[in-house]
């Protein structure tokens, strides 16, 4: 009976049956058009970005064109340009003017970083300086003299360090870095690469701290391409997300999801002490007091050892360039007297101009970074030792001599306090 229903109700309701299969193949049909032309448009912009962001065989070719001509030369040129054991590998530039790329050489494994031509170079003062490409490599001229080089050097450093009592060790450092191949001679190609490389922040702070176990080391260059150690892990905390549900996410929920994504307690407190023990490094070393003026996760890395690697150093400047800058610089409030992410002075409204100190020393800003990372998870037992002691360190201000003498008890006591509770834990 209910059979015999049915094939009535089929009888009945052909055309209704038809409509319905040509709306559903409609349907269907839309649907996938709709995802072809999606995935074909991500895909455009996947394409289009990778190739405005990832130009590092472009730059490559321009270097090696220089280092043929002979314009340029250093340790990794023939190794790059010639013998192509130095591999670029995967691209990780996110803006084009900066390319980043994994490297392998021979059995090292390191990072390449090369500056584009047609962009913009880190430089205070101007801040973002455009690198004028036919200047670049133009200097030390032809017929410069090892001791005029030398000279070039010394008084390059001082306008970027200040006054120092040991600039010469330092003018030094810098020529055995420049002398790529160790024969004991600075050629004037050899020269004119270290020139170039001497402009970037990060390679002067890799030459200066480079016995430190915090710095990654610069392996080697050509012109002002060089190859550095690679971290491991690029970033203190988080995780990266496309940059769509970015916009989306609450910054609160946000930071609480990066601090679900960290090692063990003992192991932060263990990195944690890295950066501190970086913080130190810069802190009025050997030549001269540095400044960092990007205190953000993304700047420090570790490996796997829980170790603290830098991975950008391109905004820690020297405090003598930051003043220099600072000081010319016309402002109608605080807020227009700031460098990189968080270097901060103060408007002197009656001048109409920035004042040279900064308003906070890095121990604080290295602090806040660590708040939450240290404080979540934290054994109970020093919780509240560790919150206060985090929040007078935060609460640093100035570069007085007042300031130095508190700096180094507050550094010393966190790391104290850090070391006392992971040196007999297996994890740290
Ligand atoms: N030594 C290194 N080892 C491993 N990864 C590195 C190293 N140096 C840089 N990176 C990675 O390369 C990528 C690009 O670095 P880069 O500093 O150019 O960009 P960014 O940090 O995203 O932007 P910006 O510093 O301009 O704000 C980052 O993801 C960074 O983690
Ligand atoms: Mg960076």
Known sequence: MAKGLISWAWLKKPYYIQARISYLRVKYLF??????FVGSWVVYVQYSSYMELCRGHQCKSTICDKYRKGVIDGSACSSLCEKDTLYLG???????????YTGSWGDLEGVVKCQMGDVLH????????????AALFDKPTKGTSVEKFKEMVFSHLKAKVGEQANLLDLASLVLSVADGNKDGHISLP???????????NEVLLMIILQDKEHTPKLLGFCGDLYVTEKVQYTSLYGMSLPWLL????????RRSMDQWFTPSWPRKAKISIGLLEFVEDVFHGTFGNFLMCDVSAANFGY??????????????VPEASLREAMR?????????????????????????RCTPEVVQPNLAKACLALKDYLLRGAPSEIREELEKQLYSCMALKGTSD???????????????????????????
């Not at 995967?90 to 980043?100: A, D, E, F, G, I």
């Not at 003498?405 to 790391?415: R, V, W």
């Open 31 to 36: 649907f996938t058009w709709l995802a072809v």
């Open 90 to 100: 995967k691209c990780l530039s996110t803006k084009p003017n900066n390319q980043v």
């Open 122 to 133: 880190y430089e205070l003062g101007a801040e973002m300086e455009p690198r004028k490409e």
């Open 190 to 200: 050899e020269a004119k690469s270290a020139w170039a490389l001497l402009q970037l």
């Open 246 to 253: 970015e916009l989306w996410i609450p910054s609160g929920l």
């Open 303 to 316: 490996n796997d050892k829980h170790d603290l690697k830098m991975v950008d150093m391109r905004r820690i």
């Open 328 to 352: 010319d610089r016309r402002c109608g409030e605080d807020g227009d007297c700031v460098f990189g992410a968080d270097c901060r002075t103060s408007c002197d409204l009656t001048k109409r």
């Open 402 to 428: 007042q300031m130095e003498m508190e700096h180094s008890l507050i550094l010393n006591n966190l790391k104290t306090l850090l070391w006392k509770k992971i040196s007999y834990t297996k994890d740290s």
